[in-house]
Structures are given as structure tokens and as C-alpha cells.
């Protein structure tokens, strides 16, 4: 048995993705591998030829502001100067945890399961943190975080109670923040276009949706004054050139978002298929991942490395397997063997 186990993979593969590690650790296991721990469309957009002047020049604050411009619409944000651009919405969390001490908090709320980094920011910044499992008990706390649709078992929650606990924030003065990065492939309602209110701030990913992690590309909606605070803290040419020419035209792509969005839906159900056909229950997701709940997992995780395939388990939930979507026909059959042969 390999030594990628639930512990070894929360320390080394913090958010899965590192293939180094697996290979390190499954040397005998056949290539290449296929890499089923991040959650990323594998399907990424088609964009034009970059220029050469998006690697030799530094980025015109020109494109900025039509990036802005284009995300503004895609996002239904109220105004471009609502909207603050970051090199990923990783960038983002620390700076809003910093801009809610400054406005006051002490403490910081994040509904669980989710994303480990809101929590760690918070801390970071000097808040106490408490996990909580329901909606209602983030009222309490200063700075609050709700993930919609939810990583990783996909939970929704209603826009009309997220829009009541934001006007309860502002009207104390915290803060809510909504981090819609799987928005386009869940059953979630965004809220972005209520950040009017100063009390709420929504996270928008552009890399897990339009296949392109490593672009490093995140926004965040809000009300113009966190806004203007954030690109403060952000400083000039914080998105790369490269970054600006794929994203501007990807946003504005409607055709393309609209396809994808039912190729992926086609594919998760394709993905459920092999998971029911395998004997695991499908416990959430969305159409980019699926999370099954199984005393099992770590065994799966063992056995589908030794086959190549790296999925995503976690330390602190060790029944907990997430798996993202094969790329290609030959990548699907190498996962409905190995299902097959567990």
C-alpha cells in the first residue's frame, strides 16, 4: 500500500492536484495519470492566440477596466466599480478577512464542511473561527462564510435566506461572504447582484468552470468602498495578461458557458452511472465533481492510485471521497475498470 493515505494527503496535497506527490508515493502505478482530485472542468475554453505583447508588456489598466467591464455583466454585478479583480479568488480571502478587522470583527464564522482556506485566512487575520453546521448560527459572529453551491458535497443554500442573513450583517456591521466558485455547475441562485448591500461580498472563480486553474484569475463583488479597498491591498497589474485576453473573451462567450454547462451536467450523470455501477451512493456534488460517503475510502483511494487515478479524500472527514470528470474515452475506461475490479 502506498503512504498517500487520508492523513498524508490533508498535509502534502492540501487541495489535491499534486500529482508529484502521488507519483512519489505509487511509483509502480502505470502512466500517465489521471487526475481526479481538483474538481476543474477538464474541458477548458478554446480561446484565441495570445498576443505576444500579453507576455512582453505589462497589463494596460485599459484592458483591466474591460474585463471588469464584460465580468460586471456575465456576474449581474450592479457596476463595474462593485467588482475587484484578483490573480485568483485565493488572493482574495485573506485581504477580506483583513478588511473585516479593520471594520471591527473579532470572530468569524464558516459553514462546514467547506473549503479549508476561508477558515485559515480568518485566522490568519486575527479572528476566532467557529465551524458551524447550520445557517442561522453565522448571525452571531462579525465575519461570516458561506460556500454556494458547496464544496465538496454540492449544498445549497436559498438565496432568499442568504440576502436575509446579509442585511442582518450590515445592519450590525459585519460581513458576509458568498464564495459562488461552483456557481455555473450547481443549483445555486448567485446573489451577486445584491452587493449593494455593504454587508455582503460574493467570490466569483474563473479558472474551475472555464478549465483553466492555472491562469490564476478571481473576483469579488461588492460594495464599491471593500471593492476599491481590495485593489488597494492589491496593487497595479495584480491579473496578467495573459490572464486579461483569455478571460475578457471567455466571459463574453454565452454560447460556449451555456453548452458546457449541459456537457457537464451529461458527464456528472455519466459519473454517477459508473459510482451506482461500482456499489457507492452518490452523496452530493456538482456537475464538475460527485462525493461519495463511504467507510471504504481510504481503501478506494489505495487501490485507484495503484491504478493510476488520484481522487480526493479528506483527513478530517475519512469516509469522504470526491471525484472530478475524466477528460477523454480512454480516461473513462480506465476509471470503470478500476471501479469495476474494486
Same mark, same amino acid.
Given at each position: 500500500?502506498?503512504?498517500?493515505?487520508?492523513?498524508?494527503?490533508?498535509?502534502?496535497?492540501?487541495?489535491?492536484?499534486?500529482?508529484?506527490?502521488?507519483?512519489?508515493?505509487?511509483?509502480?502505478?502505470?502512466?500517465?495519470?489521471?487526475?481526479?482530485?481538483?474538481?476543474?472542468?477538464?474541458?477548458?475554453?478554446?480561446?484565441?492566440?495570445?498576443?505576444?505583447?500579453?507576455?512582453?508588456?505589462?497589463?494596460?489598466?485599459?484592458?483591466?477596466?474591460?474585463?471588469?467591464?464584460?465580468?460586471?455583466?456575465?456576474?449581474?454585478?450592479?457596476?463595474?466599480?462593485?467588482?475587484?479583480?484578483?490573480?485568483?479568488?485565493?488572493?482574495?480571502?485573506?485581504?477580506?478577512?483583513?478588511?473585516?478587522?479593520?471594520?471591527?470583527?473579532?470572530?468569524?464564522?464558516?459553514?462546514?464542511?467547506?473549503?479549508?482556506?476561508?477558515?485559515?485566512?480568518?485566522?490568519?487575520?486575527?479572528?476566532?473561527?467557529?465551524?458551524?453546521?447550520?445557517?442561522?448560527?453565522?448571525?452571531?459572529?462579525?465575519?461570516?462564510?458561506?460556500?454556494?453551491?458547496?464544496?465538496?458535497?454540492?449544498?445549497?443554500?436559498?438565496?432568499?435566506?442568504? @440576502?436575509? &442573513?446579509?442585511?442582518?450583517?450590515? +445592519?450590525?456591521? /459585519? !460581513? $458576509?461572504?458568498?464564495?459562488?466558485?461552483?456557481?455555473?455547475? =450547481?443549483?445555486?441562485?448567485?446573489?451577486?447582484?445584491?452587493?449593494?448591500?455593504?454587508?455582503?461580498?460574493?467570490?466569483?472563480?474563473?479558472?474551475?468552470?472555464?478549465?483553466?486553474?492555472?491562469?490564476?484569475?478571481?473576483?469579488?463583488?461588492?460594495?464599491?468602498?471593500?471593492?476599491?479597498?481590495?485593489?488597494?491591498?492589491?496593487?497595479?497589474?495584480?491579473?496578467?495578461?495573459?490572464?486579461?485576453?483569455?478571460?475578457?473573451?471567455?466571459?463574453?462567450?454565452?454560447?460556449?458557458?451555456?453548452?458546457?454547462? @449541459?456537457? &457537464?451536467?451529461?458527464?456528472?450523470? +455519466?459519473?454517477? /452511472? !459508473? $459510482?451506482?455501477?461500482?456499489?457507492?451512493?452518490?452523496?452530493? =456534488?456538482?456537475?464538475?465533481?460527485?462525493?461519495?460517503?463511504?467507510?471504504?475510502?481510504?481503501?478506494?483511494?489505495?487501490?485507484?492510485?495503484?491504478?493510476?487515478?488520484?481522487?480526493?479524500?479528506?483527513?478530517?472527514?475519512?469516509?469522504?471521497?470526491?471525484?472530478?470528470?475524466?477528460?477523454?474515452?480512454?480516461?473513462?475506461?480506465?476509471?470503470?475498470?478500476?471501479?469495476?475490479?474494486?
Amino acid at each position: 500500500m502506498g503512504n498517500l493515505g487520508p492523513e498524508r494527503v490533508e498535509a502534502a496535497i492540501r487541495h489535491g492536484g499534486d500529482l508529484g506527490l502521488a507519483r512519489a508515493s505509487y511509483p509502480l502505478a502505470p502512466q500517465p495519470w489521471i487526475d481526479l482530485s481538483t474538481g476543474i472542468n477538464p474541458h477548458s475554453y478554446p480561446h484565441s492566440p495570445l498576443p505576444a505583447s500579453a507576455f512582453s508588456r505589462l497589463p494596460e489598466p485599459d484592458a483591466l477596466e474591460r474585463l471588469k467591464a464584460v465580468a460586471a455583466t456575465t456576474f449581474s454585478a450592479p457596476s463595474v466599480k462593485h467588482l475587484a479583480a484578483a490573480p485568483g479568488t485565493q488572493m482574495l480571502m485573506p485581504l477580506l478577512a483583513e478588511i473585516a478587522v479593520q471594520r471591527g470583527a473579532k470572530n468569524a464564522a464558516v459553514l462546514t464542511p467547506a473549503y479549508a482556506e476561508h477558515a485559515r485566512t480568518a485566522r490568519m487575520a486575527g479572528l476566532a473561527v467557529t465551524e458551524v453546521a447550520h445557517l442561522s448560527d453565522l448571525a452571531d459572529f462579525d465575519y461570516a462564510v458561506v460556500i454556494n453551491p458547496n464544496n465538496p458535497d454540492g449544498r445549497v443554500v436559498e438565496r432568499d435566506n442568504l @440576502l436575509a &442573513l446579509a442585511d442582518h450583517m450590515h +445592519r450590525k456591521g /459585519g !460581513l $458576509l461572504v458568498v464564495d459562488e466558485a461552483f456557481i455555473e455547475t =450547481g443549483y445555486a441562485a448567485s446573489v451577486s447582484e445584491a452587493t449593494a448591500i455593504e454587508g455582503l461580498v460574493v467570490l466569483r472563480s474563473f479558472g474551475k468552470f472555464y478549465g483553466m486553474a492555472g491562469l490564476r484569475l478571481g473576483f469579488a463583488i461588492a460594495h464599491p468602498d471593500i471593492a476599491n479597498g481590495l485593489e488597494q491591498r492589491l496593487g497595479p497589474w495584480a491579473v496578467s495578461g495573459p490572464a486579461l485576453h483569455v478571460a475578457t473573451e471567455a466571459l463574453a462567450d454565452w454560447n460556449w458557458r451555456e453548452a458546457m454547462r @449541459l456537457r &457537464l451536467r451529461e458527464e456528472a450523470a +455519466r459519473l454517477d /452511472g !459508473l $459510482l451506482g455501477n461500482a456499489g457507492f451512493t452518490v452523496g452530493g =456534488g456538482t456537475s464538475l465533481f460527485r462525493l461519495v460517503r463511504d467507510e471504504r475510502a481510504a481503501a478506494l483511494f489505495d487501490h485507484l492510485a495503484k491504478r493510476g487515478i488520484l481522487v480526493r479524500i479528506f483527513d478530517e472527514r475519512p469516509y469522504d471521497v470526491r471525484f472530478g470528470l475524466p477528460e477523454t474515452e480512454g480516461e473513462w475506461t480506465r476509471l470503470k475498470v478500476a471501479l469495476s475490479e474494486f
